[in-house]
């Protein structure tokens, strides 16, 4: 029986304003990406989400971004290698200290917004980030956008990693994601998106904007829980799953 995870970034709110809908969305997932505080949340909601995933048994992973509220960590920074290795080792520890507080371990790292941009195509920002889980708990998995230097970057530093594919998310010819400033980036049609993943799955491949087909390799499928519909896509992905006999289960299991 084949087997995938999915994945979603959760405990993206901050203070009294809501972002997502993760306690629709997170019964549905098997492995969630926290905030930490960085881009978003802040010390509540990190509680909060972890002990709402530790009660789900849902697997647990850090979402380190650019110190960018504003811009929610999607605009590019220009940070140095050292500076990408500070920022996500003290992301990784705060949210680790709650995981502590309540009980569980952490599964993974996975880079956010602008931050996962630049390491997909630059390998110094890659190490950083790799340097980093490998500095904190080299027993994390970091995951990687398949195909990437995110994978060249935890090969080299010998960190356990999966590669990720993402089920909104438009790809390019070359296997990259389109950047969101382009029309199309993000696939809203349900229809669609289960019939990407279950390609993904079963085939290891996507149609890139153009039509072209292309390979791709990916133990974990990401799903945004902040998108219109959201809650509605994830539940059709677990039944077009099931219904494909593929088993969802967290990729540390």
């Known amino acids: 029986m084949k087997t995938i995870d999915l994945n979603c970034d959760m405990g993206e709110s901050y203070g009294t304003y809501v972002l997502g809908y993760d306690e629709l969305a997170m019964p549905y997932v098997t492995s969630i990406n926290v905030a930490c505080g960085f881009h978003a949340s802040d010390p509540d909601n990190m509680s909060k989400t972890v002990m709402l995933a530790h009660k789900h048994r849902i697997a647990i992973g850090a979402h380190p971004g650019f110190p960018d509220l504003v811009g929610f960590g999607r605009r590019t920074m220009a940070l140095t290698p050292e500076e990408v290795k500070n920022a996500v080792i003290y992301q990784i520890g705060a949210l680790n200290a709650f995981c502590r507080a309540t009980g569980v371990a952490m599964q993974h790292v996975k880079a956010h917004g602008a931050l996962y941009n630049m390491a997909e195509k630059d390998l110094s920002i890659a190490t950083a980030i790799a340097a980093a889980i490998q500095a904190v708990n080299p027993a994390l998995y970091m995951l990687c956008l398949a195909n990437s230097q995110m994978v060249v970057a935890a090969k080299q530093q010998g960190v356990p990693f999966v590669e990720e ?41 996507v149609i890139s904007i153009t039509g072209k087909e292309v390979p791709i390799e990916a133990q974990t499928i990401c799903v945004h829980g902040d998108t219109p519909g959201a809650v509605d896509m994830v539940k059709a992905l677990r039944r077009a799953l099931d219904k494909e006999d593929i088993k969802l289960q967290a990729f540390g299991a």
């Open 165 to 205: 594919a993402f089920a909104d998310r438009a790809y390019t010819d070359e296997g990259t994601l389109v950047s969101r400033k382009v029309a199309g980036s993000v696939v809203h049609d349900i229809t669609q998106v289960v019939t990407r993943v279950v390609r993904m799955v079963k085939d290891h491949s």
